[in-house]
């Protein structure tokens, strides 16, 4: 099992900067790709940025250029840098890892966007 925590949300304006962090503990050895999805009431899930055990990384468009993920494996950790926010960036963050075909999940953490 592998656990997840996520920190780092919170309210900002628009054109702000907010990092999230990921913490995994647990049985991490074997843990795959990590990455960040988001949620708002009513529309599905959707990802936003993820990075594998070897730093490849995917984005979704509409955060390109805007948002970095990095991991420090180490320490078992996936971090999202987000600036250049937009209100459409509202959402719940949720931390995702995959082990061994196993999806884990984190319980979330808010950003809010003010315009």
């Known amino acids: 099992q592998v656990q997840l925590v996520e920190s780092g949300g919170g309210l900002v304006q628009a054109g702000g900067s907010l990092r999230l962090s990921c913490a995994a503990s647990g049985s991490t050895f074997g843990t795959g790709t990590m990455g960040w999805y988001r949620q708002v009431p009513g529309k599905q899930r959707e990802l936003v940025a993820d990075?594998?055990?070897?730093?490849?990384?995917y984005y979704n468009y509409s955060v390109k250029g805007r948002f970095t993920v990095s991991r420090d494996n180490g320490k078992n950790n996936v971090y999202l840098q987000m600036n250049s926010l937009k209100p459409e960036d509202t959402a719940v963050y949720h931390c995702?890892?995959?082990?061994?075909?196993?999806?884990?999940w984190g319980q979330g953490t808010q950003v809010t966007v003010s315009s």
């Open positions: 990075i594998n055990n070897v730093g490849g990384t």
């Open positions: 995702h890892a995959v082990k061994y075909g196993i999806d884990y």
